[in-house]
């Protein structure tokens, strides 16, 4: 990758964290003193956004899954496979006019059936080619990108415990 193509991402990314920053303080200060509740609401603002930031997240994740190299297409895979349960998660999927089928494989126990077998299918073929994914995996849990990852994971998890209370 040349360096201007690296500053050109540097910008892209450094632009889009700034767009993310400056809604979060907006959201933040419309929901604590403009006590515009219904942002965050089930199908409001906040929650609409971030299910469509998780359907991008999961497309592109899969077209690189698709486009990559081999030894990053599993864990680009993996990456889809979970941001698509995070997107079912957040969508009330039997609320929409959908066929049944869909339906089905977006909520309830035809979801939870499809995402075990995506990720049962990504490890069963990881564990298979044992020998190609370790060097693999050590690699990628030395990056950024998986620090990045274990942040909006506890992330989740936090956000999980806040919404019990």
């Not at 359907?55 to 680009?76: F, M, Q």
């Not at 370790?134 to 690699?139: A, G, L, S």
């Amino acid at each position: 990758m040349n360096a201007r193509s690296l500053l050109n991402m540097n910008v892209a990314s450094g632009l889009l964290l700034s767009a993310w920053f400056g809604f979060t303080i907006w959201a933040a200060y419309a929901v604590f003193y403009g006590n515009r509740t219904h942002l965050y609401a089930d199908n409001g603002l906040i929650e609409n956004s971030q299910a469509v930031l998780l359907g991008i997240a999961c497309l592109v994740y899969l077209a690189a899954a698709a486009i990559g190299k081999k030894s990053d297409k599993l864990i680009h895979l993996f990456c889809s496979v979970l941001c698509l349960s995070f997107l079912l998660r957040e969508m009330d999927v039997e609320d929409f006019n959908l066929p049944p089928a869909v339906v089905f494989l977006g909520h309830g126990i035809g979801r939870n059936t499809m995402l075990v077998t995506a990720f049962i299918a990504i490890a069963v073929y990881a564990a298979l080619h044992h020998s190609y994914y370790t060097e693999t995996v050590v690699r990628f849990t030395r990056s950024r990108t998986w620090r990045l990852l274990i942040a909006g994971g506890v992330l989740l998890l936090i956000g999980g415990l806040i919404d019990r209370v």
